[in-house]
């Protein structure tokens, strides 16, 4: 991927039985994710992109069905990315997943530097440095033996626009809603370009990104979690380990 275009070819909308492949990705997620606890693997997966192209939706139900015991979500604000004594991927490093965890970003480390560069407060020089640093510290993650997974939800301002305002106008939905939110919207052209500075540059072999067209919502979660089930069947091993001498104790044991 060079860059994300601003006129992305849209798919059209979803025409399957979504509730039948929906359970069937979530079942294959669930296998895969027991596979990952069993051998151990780490995985990161980020949940990026526009206010309104269907993030929270997707993440929901790619965890539907997991163990919550071997997963983590956080949630990254709109101005993570601030000056403080420590380098600013600090929070980061303290929050990577143990062996056989996931930890699931909602908006990432990508979020507040891009927010910086679309509403001018962050020149090229340090813009590009700040990307190199991402790309080292993915690279990192990387050779340790850690799947990380890039989706980007996008969606045009037409709808972007409609999705916000349902927002705005719910009686309850209205309060979840902050400032920064409008942000993308409101300066979307610029939100654009410094997005596909960042594709430029952050698109690489070893953390590639998966555009996912958030314009129908159906497609949208059903492309999001086919992503997610084709990085774990790449990564997690299809066969269960050797058996060790705990696993066979346990074997040898009669219950009942």
């Not at 994300?4 to 979504?18: H, I, K, M, N, Q």
């Not at 690279?139 to 939800?153: D, I, M, R, W, Y």
């Not at 037409?158 to 209205?174: D, N, T, Y």
Request: aromatic share 12%; hydrophobic share 40%.
């Amino acid at each position: 991927m060079d860059h994300l275009s601003s006129e992305v070819e849209r798919e059209a909308p979803f025409t399957g039985d979504y509730h039948a492949e929906l359970d069937a990705l979530q079942k294959t997620l669930a296998q895969l994710q027991f596979a990952q606890i069993v051998h151990k693997k780490r995985a990161i997966v980020l949940f990026e992109g526009w206010e309104g192209a269907g993030k929270l939706a997707a993440l929901r139900r790619v965890t539907a069905r997991w163990d919550p015991c071997h997963f983590r979500t956080w949630c990254v604000r709109q101005d993570e990315f601030r000056e403080t004594g420590q380098h600013w991927l600090t929070p980061y490093w303290v929050r990577l997943p143990e062996a056989g965890d996931s930890a699931l970003y909602f908006r990432s480390w990508y979020n507040g530097i891009v927010r910086a560069r679309a509403l001018g407060e962050m020149k090229d020089k340090r813009f590009l440095r700040a990307l190199d640093e991402i790309n080292e510290f993915e690279a990192q993650q990387a050779e340790h033996g850690t799947l990380l997974v890039k989706l980007f939800f996008d969606v045009s301002a037409e709808v972007q626009a409609q999705r916000l305002h349902e927002r705005a106008s719910h009686p309850w939905r209205k309060f979840s809603m902050e400032p920064e939110d409008l942000l993308g919207h409101s300066a979307h052209e610029g939100y654009r370009a410094a997005w596909d500075e960042m594709f430029v540059h952050c698109d690489t072999r070893w953390a590639p990104w998966h555009v996912i067209d958030g314009s129908d919502k159906r497609l949208c979660r059903i492309a999001a979690l086919s992503a997610v089930a084709k990085a774990f069947e790449k990564a997690m091993p299809s066969e269960p380990p050797a058996e060790d001498e705990r696993v066979a104790i346990l074997a040898r044991q009669r219950f009942g």
